[in-house]
Nanobody, 129 residues
Framework: QIHLVESGGGLVQAGGSLRLSCAAS????????MGWFRQAPGKEREFVAA????????YYGDSVKGRFSISRDNAKNTAYLQMNSLKPEDTAVYYC??????????????????????WGQGTQVTVSS
């Protein structure tokens, strides 16, 4: 069992940056794919980014590609989401999730919420215009 806790959210002006962290406890994350998702008010939860266990392969949703960067430090049992050039439409609750089922086969695989067995409680990101 893994317990995930996100942190680093907050209020930022458009064009600014935030770095989210996802700290895991309970067991090591080294064999898990890690993903970030977000949910804006009145909208469905959407895929943001994902990373394989070694960090060699990453995937990004179209709306964040080129602005966000996912990374991980397995020694610290932590995953990160660096968010740059933030826009008001990035406002949402951001969730990290862990997928223990093996390497992603493709983008659709990485973006599938059903793969992820463990979820954090979320952290609010608000971008003002």
């Amino acid at each position: 069992q893994i317990h995930l806790v996100e942190s680093g959210g907050g209020l930022v002006q458009a064009g600014g940056s935030l770095r989210l962290s996802c700290a895991a406890s309970g067991r090591a994350l080294g064999a898990d794919n890690m993903g970030w998702f977000r949910q804006a008010p009145g909208k469905e939860r959407e895929f943001v980014a994902a990373i394989t266990p070694t960090g060699m392969i990453t995937y990004y949703g179209d709306s964040v590609k080129g602005r966000f960067s996912i990374s991980r430090d397995n020694a610290k049992n932590t995953a990160y989401l660096q968010m740059n050039s933030l826009k008001p439409e990035d406002t949402a609750v951001y969730y990290c999730a862990a997928d223990p089922t093996g390497y992603y086969s493709d983008y659709d695989n990485a973006a599938s919420q059903n793969r992820y067995a463990y979820w954090g409680q979320g952290t609010q990101v608000t971008v003002s215009s």
